[in-house]
Every structure is written in C-alpha cells, then in structure tokens.
C-alpha cells in the first residue's frame, strides 16, 4: 500500500487537527480502558484494583479481582503511548498530568484512527469518482457530516474499529480492482485488531471471509485467516488467564454496583459458597414454569425455624423485580433488570423464636433468567446454620393432597401470573415498567389446594424440585425447533418496533443523526447497475449489523452516546452508493445538507446526555436499575417521534449556543473555559492556513471564470 502523498496528507492533518481540537473523556467507558493501559504499564498485569475507584462503573469482578469489561484491542494499542508518555512525564499524579495523559492517549486512538479513515474514504473515492472536486466533498461530508466526527473525538472503542474493519474492506477491494498486490495477510490483521476492539464488526468481518470464499483465492483466504487468527489468539490468552477459559467475553462478569460503598456485594465467604452450591443457601430456579419469551411473576413460600428471636440479614438475588414478605410484612421490594448475585437484595429484619414464614416474589424479563438466591445471615455475612427450613410445617390443615405428603418439603412455588399484558411493550413508551406493586392472589392468601388463575391456565401450589424434568430424546430437538419458532414470531413486532427507533426516530436514530446517508440509499440502486456484488456486501453488512444489535443489545440506543454507536461500521461502506449519485444531487440541496449535518455533528461537542454519574449511582442498587432508571428518565425523547422533542433540540443546542463546541480536554488542561466559539475561529485559520495554496488556486479559477462569463455578455 503507497504512502500518502501530499493532498491525502493534508486531508489527514486538517481532520487530526480538527478531532483532536475536540477531544474529551466521557466516563466510565473511556476510564476503565486506560486504567487496563496503565495496569499493564504501571504494575505489569491486566488486574485494575489499583485504579478501580477510577472508573466508577463499566468494570469485570472476578475471583476478587477487578477487570476492564471492554474489549481488549483499545487498551493494548495505547500501552505505547502510555509508556512514553510516562517517560517524559513521569506517573499522572495531578490533574493536570492526568488531563494531559488523557489528551494524548485520544491524539494517539480514537483521533489518529479517525483521520486515517477519513484518507481511507478519499482513497478508495477515486475507484468510483473521476471528478476531483466530488471526491472531495465525499470525504468532507464522512469526516464531518457524521457521527465519525463525534467518537473521534472520545476513547470509545467504535471509531478505533471502525478504522480497521474499513481497513480490511479497502485492502480485499483494492487488490480485486488492482490485480497486482497481495494484502490479504494485512487484511486479516486489520480485521483481528478490529475485532478485539468491538465485538460488534465481526459482522463486517464475516461479510468479507465470504467475499474471499466467493472469489475463490484459496491462498489468499488463509493468509486472510492466519492474519485474523493471530490477532484473535491473543484475545484468547487474555482471556484464559482472567476467567480460565479462552472461550468467553468480559461482558458476562460486569460488576452490576461496584461504586456502591454501603453493600459489600463481594463477601468471599459467601462467593466462595455459591460456587460450590453450599446447602445453606437456598437457590430456586422457576423456569420450568414459564416460557423464555414471557413477562410473568412466581411465587416461594417456606417457613423458617430460629431456634431465638434474633436480629438477621435476609440476603436474596434474583434477575428482576422482586418482593419479599417476613411474617405477612414486606421488608424487600426492589426493581430492575440485573446479574442474579447471592446477596444482591440485603435487608436487616427481626426473626421471631420459632416459625417465621417467608413469602419471595419474583418477576421475569422476556429473556431473562427466572431464578432466586436466598440466605440468611448474621451482620458480617456468616451463614446460620440452625435454622430449618420446612414450606409444610404452618399447612397441615390444608395440605391433604398427595403432592403435599412428603412433611420435608423445603419451598413450595407457584406460577406462572402475568403481570403485564403481552403487546405491552409494543404500546407503550415504557419498556420495563414497575409492576411489582401488581397484587397476584398468592400475596393475599395461602392455600394449598386452591386454584389460581395464572397466565394461560389454573395454578396450584407445587414442591420445588432441583430435579429436572426427562425429556424424550427423540422429541428434543422438535421442542427446541418449536419453542425457538414461537419465541422469534412472537418478537417480531418488538424486533421490528426497535429497527424503526434505530434507523429513523430522531432520539439516536441513523438517517436523523446522518441525513446525508438518505441519499446513500438512493445510490444502491445506481451501484447496483455497475457492481452488484458491492451492493450485495453492504446491504447484507447493514442487515446483520441491524440484527445483531436488535437481538444482542437490549440497551440499542447506546446509553450515554451521541447518536447510534453500534451502527458506525457501516457508515464508512454507505458513503459508496453516496458516490455514484452526489453528482446527480442539486448542488444547492447538497450545500443544505452538508451544513446540517456539520452543524448536528458540532452539537455533539459537549457532555453526551444520558452521562452516568456517580450521583445516579448513589440512586440505584445495580448497573441495570442504573440503565433502567435513565430509560425511564429520557423515555419521552427515546419513544418519539418528535424531531424537537429530541436531545439535540433540548440537550445539545442550548449548550451549543451558550459555550460553543467545548474543547472540554483542552479547557481541562488550562484550567479555564474558553470563549464561545473561539476554538471553532483558531481551527478556521488553521485550516486556511493548510489549504492556503490550493484556496488561492480556487480562487483565481473563479475569477478567471467570472472574466470569461462578463466578456461573454458585452
């Protein structure tokens, strides 16, 4: 691959120039990736506890060890940078160093990646574009006129893969238009690094494995995979030496409420116990009574023997909304979406000489896990173990059934109850909405041998079994078959409800974030005349891409984020079809829109909305009730369809024309906020100043034209 030459290299500066004016760290996601960096550098190993009161969220627990929950490839990319700058500078032990640190480690990701993409879209323009000056214009349009513009100016992971998943593209895409040179080994290093930096482009990825396979390069496919594999290896290492298997992800061990001082959510003893599965900790697991795809509630009742009157810890876990009754009195009552952690829910509560009966309600997500954790404990967490546990004892009188004949039964449970109507989520605004409070008859009565109406049918009180029901062999896989065909057609108005909110609604969908890529989906149907194939690749890209976030991430609008993060690898590839139609666009309309989008983009240039402080922490007992409760908070703008009543109108504009676009690291570093919109002024002349000659070119061409055009009237 050539070196840049001059005008690409100015191309590059300018938008170096421009991100890094910009650059800010936004949070926890940006912390947790550099605390990674500086373990690595600092302390030679990849656990963060030094730096853990860093982060404040967005971290792995494990083993009693703090982790990084991102992907690695970020991290490990700037432990060069940290290095030397820990050389010059020494460690980052004031804010100013620690600004600065920050500064760079952007300059040296997120913003170089960026400005090399940005070349990487005029390069690959001139296989499409004859006409210097569309080219371009292209390239002003993806390196300003997107949400790029935006997230090269963060550490977050996207713009860093985004980078290399194009990368890969280009390199496969140049060697079939060239025929000459053979990239295919630097291709799958480029898709690897992407890969270990956002999980979310091996769907880019795998497009490109099958557009290798298809064009038969057999050679050229195994160096592609021994490129990826490498990269991919070192991912695998990693991740067996955190959580003992190569084989998973850093996201199934996220610490659900690490910043919370008044809970030990980690008592090792109690860990430790889980683990092994211990007989003193009550563990219940309702999914045999209700289907993957529903939102229902179940019941546990038992009663518990105390052989004193003693002052107790109730310490339950569950996956969602739960209640929990001592005595007919509710003493837990929490919602949210969560990990099921041992003693997650911990309330002090008084248990009386003799039978204590307790009553556990526990509430389902869709797709969650249905079960329950339940220990009693003295104040530091020791497990009691003379308590006897008998769900029979209190019952007698109407537990004359056959079922009931077994007096050692420990837990009866019952369900499942809906407590939501199924088309719910498709009605309206709220997601998950607090229904706990919902009165199913169980919290009224127990009596055994009654009938209750549960969601599909009557509903007895039945034993716990940890036994699990035997299947049939030769049905099992017809039931696999049949429960996933049911479960995906129900979900289809939801999968459909949320591609619609991630395309076009104006909170973070694509097209009212990105307008310009409208006119990319016009362009398709002009590339498709002259290179099926290519339109064949980004659409299925697009599609999977859509689908994986749909089916994957159930937080799709990204959190705190400016517009659709999830879906920036594909930008880069529908600036393409833009090339094939900008030439038929009214260059009036084009200016129109090459403004707006500019203008959305520097809007961006603040604090994102939705930002999880440490003060919605303190408000929250896990990350998911953290989730939840922004949700709730911003659920008017996320479920509208309102363009004003969305946070670029209502968050972003009255920040923008108060402050101007922040150059919040820079600020932080001098100590002082600067003058509105003079960072934008500074970057104009410094841009000028690049372009200077190629300006003065254009500008004795248009006089020149201006002559000809007056000499034609006399």
Request: charge should be positive; proline fraction near 3%.
């Amino acid at each position: 691959m050539s070196m840049l030459n001059k005008k690409e290299f100015k191309i590059f500066l300018t938008f170096f120039i421009i991100y890094l004016c910009f650059a800010k760290f936004q949070y926890f996601d940006d912390d947790v990736k550099l605390d990674l960096t500086r373990a690595i550098v600092d302390e030679h190993r990849f656990e963060i506890d030094s730096y853990v009161e860093n982060t404040g969220g967005d971290r792995v627990y494990y083993k009693g060890h703090y982790y990084c929950d991102k992907a690695i490839g970020a991290s490990f990319l700037t432990v060069p940078v940290y290095a030397i700058f820990k050389m010059v500078f020494g460690m980052p032990d004031t804010n100013f160093k620690l600004h600065l640190l920050e500064f760079i480690i952007i300059a040296f990701s997120s913003v170089l990646f960026s400005a090399l993409l940005v070349v990487l879209i005029y390069k690959i323009s001139r296989f499409f574009v004859k006409k210097e000056a569309y080219r371009t214009l292209i390239t002003v349009f993806f390196g300003l006129g997107t949400i790029i513009f935006v997230y090269a100016t963060i550490y977050y992971q996207h713009a860093i893969s985004t980078f290399f998943a194009f990368l890969c593209f280009y390199l496969l895409f140049k060697m079939q238009q060239e025929e000459k040179s053979n990239y295919y080994f630097l291709a799958g290093l480029s898709a690897g690094m992407a890969f270990i930096t956002d999980y979310l482009t091996i769907i880019v990825i795998i497009v490109c494995f099958i557009f290798i396979l298809f064009s038969k390069k057999w050679k050229g496919f195994l160096l592609f995979l021994l490129g990826f594999s490498l990269l991919i290896f070192v991912l695998l290492i990693y991740n067996n030496l955190i959580f003992d298997t190569p084989f998973t992800l850093s996201y199934y061990y996220v610490d659900q409420k690490p910043s919370d001082n008044r809970i030990n959510k980690y008592d090792e003893g109690l860990v430790e116990l889980w683990k092994q599965k211990n007989e003193t900790i009550e563990y219940i697991n309702f999914e045999s009574l209700a289907e993957k795809n529903q939102f229902v509630c179940a019941y546990a009742l038992t009663y518990v023997k105390s052989p004193e009157k003693r002052l107790v810890q109730i310490r339950i876990g569950s996956n969602s909304n739960i209640k929990t009754w001592l005595n007919n009195e509710i003493i837990i009552n929490e919602s949210g979406i969560r990990t099921v952690i041992i003693n997650q829910d911990i309330k002090t509560a008084e248990l009386n000489a003799g039978w204590n009966k307790v009553l556990i309600k526990v509430c389902k997500h869709m797709e969650d896990y249905f079960e329950l954790f339940f220990v009693i404990t003295d104040s530091k967490g020791k497990i009691y173990h003379d308590l006897e546990y008998n769900a029979l004892v209190n019952n007698s009188k109407n537990s004359s059934g056959g079922i009931y004949k077994n007096n050692k039964t420990k837990w009866l449970i019952i369900g499942p109850f809906d407590y939501i109507d199924e088309d719910y989520i498709f009605k309206k605004k709220d997601y998950f909405p607090n229904v706990s409070d919902k009165a199913n008859p169980p919290e009224y009565e127990i009596i055994l041998n009654k009938s209750y109406r549960g969601k599909s049918d009557l509903v007895k009180w039945q034993p716990y079994s940890n036994e699990k029901p035997k299947k049939k062999q030769t049905s099992f896989i017809i039931d696999i078959i049949l429960v996933s065909l049911k479960k995906y057609l129900t979900m289809i108005p939801y999968y459909a409800n949320t591609l619609i909110r991630l395309l076009l609604y104006p909170y973070r969908g694509l097209f009212f974030y990105n307008p310009i890529l409208i006119f990319s989906l016009i362009g398709l149907f002009f590339m498709y005349k002259k290179d099926k194939k290519m339109v064949i690749f980004i659409v299925s890209s697009f599609i999977l891409l859509c689908l994986a976030i749909i089916l994957l991430i159930w937080v799709w609008w990204g959190g705190s984020s400016f517009g659709p993060r999830f879906l920036m690898p594909i930008i880069p590839l529908f600036m393409l079809p833009l090339m094939f139609y900008i030439k038929k666009i009214n260059k009036k309309i084009l200016l129109f829109f090459m403004m707006m989008c500019i203008f959305i983009n520097l809007l961006g240039m603040q604090e994102f909305e939705q930002s999880i402080t440490v003060s919605k922490w303190d408000r929250a007992n896990s990350l998911s009730e953290v989730i939840r409760n922004t949700l709730a908070e911003h659920q008017d703008e996320i479920y509208s369809m309102k363009p004003l009543g969305n946070p670029l109108f209502t968050y972003y504009m009255p920040l923008f024309f108060r402050y101007g676009p922040r150059s919040i690291l820079i600020e932080e570093i001098l100590g002082f906020r600067l003058f509105p919109f003079l960072n934008v002024f500074i970057l104009i002349i410094i841009v000028l100043f690049i372009w200077r000659k190629e300006l003065k070119e254009l500008i004795r061409k248009i006089k020149k034209d201006f002559k000809i055009s007056n000499a034609g009237k006399k």
